[in-house]
């Protein structure tokens, strides 16, 4: 009997399994898992280089450079640019809340008050130049609406969804508020100001946001106290 030749690669005195008739085929190794420990320093360096340069000055090159990273890694994550800059200003948002550990004073108003986190200067001024990036990233692909609405205003929603929730349940306002309606109305205001009219959101106009909108909003369909 002739003895077969290997296929290339293949150790020509290693012992094949034989297969029997019918039956399936052994299955794929799987490949690598990949690795996303790297993943917290690609998007600070897409946060920065998009701050520094715009969406359409930042490239994926200058990314991988300033993380220290092998261009192909970052595309193995993100297929696009567009992509890595929607899961950065996510995680951006993410990281300013902790919803495991939200402020609980008694009332909406504290609560809401003590989300106000001090931020210096400099941190202000590279967010707006984050999100003047994003808006550019807007205005050329805005069928990424959608993800950007999900990354920036939804975190914030979420939380005053929970605070509006304890403020029913401890009868401040009434259950027939529209709380959808009332848990966007700060995010999508403060949006609005950093990308359309790209002044910083800072504590006074929060402030504002509170007193003046959400909770005359809030109480309109309450019963209100007499003096």
Known sequence: MTQLEAPAGVDAGATATPTAPGA???????????????????????????????????????????????????????PSKADLVIDAVACMKAGELDVDRLPDTGTLRGDLVAMIRPRTIEEGERKLRIMAGLFGMLSSSPDLAEAARAAIIEPRAAVNRIFLRRAIDRGEISAACDVEALAVLTPAMATYRLLILRKPVDAEFLLSLIDGVLLPAALAGSQRPRA
Not at 36 to 62: C, N
């Open 24 to 78: 399936p085929a052994p299955a794929a190794r799987l490949g690598r898992r990949r690795d996303h420990t790297r993943d917290p320093e690609i998007l600070e360096a897409a946060l920065d280089v998009l701050a520094e340069s715009g969406f359409d000055g930042m490239t994926i090159d200058m990314v991988a450079a300033r993380a220290k990273a092998g261009k192909a890694t970052i595309y193995r994550r993100w």
